[in-house]
């Protein structure tokens, strides 16, 4: 069975040989996705900017390298452990938005990415987010959400899958975690988005019947699901992956499922309400990230914008023994 390429790959930049890894991996992913002309050679470019940033500026840095969903382009998130970059932190603080003056790393990168998003704190370390789409297709919406899915370590398959629906007003988003890791898992969790796909405007509990349908003949999976419209949403989940509300001040709701198997042995799924204040951002996220994440989060990781969050997490509380997956969607804005 070929399975759709939907996760990320991990390229720890750890010396310089790390930078011609990373920008070998933005082609090769780029090709794969069919990207035409020279964008898999400016992905690559992308990559090896953002990775020789992190080996000239910065200590415990990684690229992770993202199909953009429905085949829309890459996306390249650089994250590292600091010291952070003094000078942008200062254009950043003044309303600059250009890094163009920053060398010509960061300037090559903010002209050749459809879009780019970098955040950086003295002594924390900085976050990026560069996406390159195909010119036949609308940018992807900046800061409405985002989602990082990575393989264990040494797995090619990965047995995580999220997505998000966006039906003009609200939106849906789903994370699922098949049981188990490799080909077997990913078959579930492939099998749970396209079922996902086709009941993604049903009521919650009504969604996790239908995938529980679809995923009787596989090893089964926990799911959730999060539906954001206007000033609350709802959360529906079986199995463990946890829901989270985050605002700029701080962690506002925890929830986790469930026990049970969606596929196997199934409760009657309940939904819970969560208010949503304005500027708060919902996460789901898999148990390959370690849920101390929500605990004490810094100002800096509650103000970051959706595809800057998934890195940060990503970044520092993935187990590299589990399939990880965090997804980070905001309301839509509401209208005056
Ligand atoms: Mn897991």
């Not at 070998?24 to 990559?47: F, H, I, K, N, T």
């Amino acid at each position: 069975m070929m399975l759709p390429l939907t996760a990320a790959a991990h390229v720890r930049i750890d010396h310089y040989s790390a930078v011609h890894l990373a920008a070998a991996a933005a082609r090769s992913l780029s090709e794969q996705c069919g990207l035409p002309g020279a964008l898999p050679d400016q992905a690559a470019v992308l990559a090896s900017e953002l990775a020789s940033n992190i080996d000239k500026h910065a200590r415990d840095g990684a690229l992770y390298i993202q199909p953009l969903p429905l085949g829309r382009g890459v996306e390249i998130l650089a994250a590292d452990r600091g010291p952070g970059m003094p000078e942008l932190e200062r254009c950043l603080a003044d309303g600059y938005t250009t890094v163009g003056t920053l060398g010509a790393g960061l300037g090559a990168v903010s002209r050749i990415a459809s879009d780019f998003t970098i955040r950086t704190q003295v002594g924390v370390g900085t976050l990026a987010c560069a996406r390159l789409t195909r010119p036949d297709q609308p940018a992807v919406a900046r800061q409405s959400a985002a989602l990082v899915c990575l393989p264990a370590d040494r797995e090619e398959h990965c047995g995580d899958a999220g997505a998000v629906i966006d039906d003009g007003t609200i939106r849906t988003a789903v994370v699922v975690d098949g049981l188990g890791h490799g080909i077997e898992a990913a078959e579930a969790a492939q099998a749970a988005l396209r079922s996902f796909r086709a009941a993604s405007a049903r009521p919650l509990p009504d969604i996790l019947t239908a995938l529980h349908r679809t995923l009787r003949h596989t090893r089964g999976a926990a799911v959730a699901v999060l539906r954001l419209d206007g000033e609350r949403a709802v959360y529906c989940g079986i199995g463990n992956i946890r829901a989270v509300a985050l605002s700029h001040e701080g962690v506002h709701h925890r929830l986790t499922g469930q026990p049970g198997v969606v596929g196997w042995r199934m409760p009657t799924p309940k939904t819970h309400a969560i208010p949503l204040p304005a500027g708060t951002t919902g996460v789901l996220h898999t148990d390959g990230i370690d849920a101390r994440w929500t605990h004490a989060p810094s100002l800096f990781a509650l103000r970051l914008p959706p595809q800057l969050l998934t890195a940060s997490v990503t970044h520092n509380y993935r187990s590299t023994r589990d399939d990880a997956t965090v997804l980070a969607v905001k309301p839509h804005p509401r209208l005056p």
